[in-house]
């Protein structure tokens, strides 16, 4: 078995428990890469995140942040989150249980029974472009935010006009990321057993309101009256845009695949009080 541990970079926490993994794995005859970072600062050889696809498991350790930083480069490998941070919606294991459920889950993977759910990620379109999948959100907004970075948008789903306005921008979001940037905008909680996308346009003018609409629906964002725009996808920017253009957002064909024990959404939301 390949076990990938990526820790969040800077946190001397995450790297301690992280050379606490690797130790305990390899004395199971596992074995592990762990990025570059994190290796610098064990002072271990390193792998970059982007290889961590040929892993059997990958070990997130750290915020949702660091989640998704690991979902970018493991691809289709499933990942365990450890939470180191204040809500872990993606990290549902503690740091004092991370020993003990990362070799119950070594153990499970030789059985052939680890158990493995998927969660739908994004993917934006622009012309024959397509971007890399989202964990969290796709947003299509002007080159800052504000009153002098506003952008012109009309909003389609599936080919139907839902609303055109002045706004910052478009942001498209996965029922995982309405916890994240969409919850900030005001826009609707969605339970992830709910299978959905949302549709929250940011600080709008005469918009309307937050849209929840299925699941393999696609949302056209057409963008003009400025000279710039950008697409983000989880706090990164993607692409630049040359206005006047259009984005089209929808389902990714390949989902983010999470291992271990789930998190209780309910207890994760009363830590955002």
């Known amino acids: 078995m390949y076990v990938g541990l990526v820790a969040q970079k800077g946190n001397s926490r995450a790297a301690f428990l992280a050379a606490e993994l690797r130790q305990q794995l390899r004395t199971e005859g596992v074995s592990v890469a762990v990025d570059t970072a994190t290796a610098e600062a064990l002072d271990l050889d390193?792998?970059?995140?982007?290889?961590?696809?040929?892993?059997?498991?990958?070990v997130s350790i750290g915020g949702d942040g660091t989640f998704l930083y690991a979902a970018r480069g493991a691809d289709g490998?499933?990942?365990?989150?450890?939470?180191?941070?204040?809500?872990?919606?993606?990290n549902?294991?503690?740091?004092?249980?991370?020993?003990?459920?990362?070799?119950?889950?070594?153990?499970?993977?030789?059985?052939?029974?680890?158990?493995?759910?998927?969660?739908?990620?994004?993917?934006?379109?622009?012309?024959?472009?397509?971007?890399?999948p989202t964990t969290n959100e796709v947003v299509v907004q002007g080159p800052i935010r504000g009153p002098s970075g506003g952008v012109d948008c009309d909003v389609l789903v599936?080919?139907?006009?839902?609303?055109?306005?002045?706004?910052?921008?478009?942001?498209?979001?996965?029922?995982?990321?309405?916890t994240a940037y969409n919850l900030s905008e005001a826009g609707p909680l969605v339970?992830?057993?709910?299978?959905?996308?949302?549709?929250?346009?940011?600080?709008?003018?005469e918009g309307m309101p937050p849209l929840v609409v299925g699941?393999?629906?696609?949302?056209?964002?057409?963008?003009?009256?400025?000279?710039?725009?950008?697409v983000v996808g989880d706090g990164r920017v993607l692409r630049e845009l040359d206005p006047p253009t259009e984005v089209r957002v929808?389902?990714?064909?390949?989902?983010v695949r999470v291992a271990g024990p789930t998190s209780d959404f309910f207890e994760a939301l009363g830590k955002l009080e």
Do not use: K, Q
């Open 46 to 58: 390193g792998t970059p995140v982007e290889a961590f696809d040929a892993c059997d498991l990958v």
């Open 77 to 90: 490998t499933p990942i365990l989150g450890v939470n180191l941070g204040e809500v872990g919606f993606l």
């Open 92 to 132: 549902a294991v503690g740091p004092d249980e991370a020993v003990e459920v990362v070799l119950d889950e070594v153990a499970a993977f030789y059985a052939g029974e680890m158990s493995v759910r998927e969660t739908p990620r994004l993917a934006a379109r622009v012309d024959d472009w397509t971007a890399p």
């Open 158 to 178: 599936d080919g139907s006009r839902y609303s055109s306005s002045r706004a910052d921008g478009v942001l498209v979001a996965t029922p995982t990321g309405s």
């Open 191 to 205: 339970h992830p057993g709910v299978d959905a996308l949302v549709i929250n346009e940011m600080c709008a003018n």
């Open 215 to 230: 699941p393999e629906s696609e949302v056209t964002i057409r963008v003009s009256g400025t000279d710039r725009a950008v």
């Open 250 to 255: 929808g389902r990714a064909d390949a989902p």
